[in-house]
């Protein structure tokens, strides 16, 4: 199963990754995890890429698109991988094609959480006060929604019509989600 997790910020996609990829056997591969792995590594280009980051810049999808492409050849996402994170761009969309057509395989399905933006935002102050995020203030929030909107949105559209897009519900309880998530997973038809 090669699936990606598409949603807002706040939307809950790394709490559901790790219930998805554990059902399916798969690893769940954040662009967070893997910029901060290879930061810490001190590879090439975790070292590029930490430039950006602390200057709080977006990663150049070069760097982003490379750090993924390592990623997935790894020997534990040969039977598949969910990608939380990424693509977050129609760019990015053209990379992961190429890299998932290389391996011989196809994406299954791009699952999108939708969430009421108001929700969302609430969702995030709370967990900036539980975290001790200082720097998630309401401000900063609605600038992340904006930039997913206006970047990241337009890729529902085009998963939409390769019919792989599966939308749920992201509101309710964490077990709920999940449970939706996984019905609608299991309508996806074999090829």
Do not use: W
Not at 12 to 23: D, L, M, N, P, Y
């Amino acid at each position: 199963m090669r699936l990606i997790l598409m949603g807002p910020p706040g939307a809950g996609k790394g709490t559901q990754a790790t219930s998805v990829a554990e059902h399916f056997g798969i690893p769940a591969i954040s662009t967070g995890d893997i910029f901060r792995a290879n930061v810490s590594a001190g590879t090439e280009l975790g070292v590029t890429a930490k430039q950006y980051m602390d200057a709080g810049e977006y990663v150049p999808d070069e760097v982003t698109n490379e750090m993924v492409r390592n990623r997935i050849n790894e020997p534990d996402a040969e039977p598949g991988f969910l990608l939380d994170g990424y693509p977050r761009t129609t760019a990015q969309v053209t990379e992961l094609d190429a890299m998932i057509v290389a391996t011989g395989h196809r994406l299954d399905a791009a699952v999108c959480l939708t969430v009421d933006s108001e929700e969302l935002v609430a969702r995030l102050l709370k967990r900036a006060l539980t975290d001790g995020r200082a720097d998630d203030t309401e401000d900063v929030i609605r600038k992340r929604q904006e930039v997913y909107a206006a970047e990241t949105e337009p890729l529902i559209g085009i998963y939409r019509e390769r019919g792989i897009l599966v939308e749920v519900d992201g509101m309710g309880e964490v077990v709920e989600v999940t449970t939706r998530v996984f019905a609608a997973l299991d309508i996806i038809p074999e090829s």
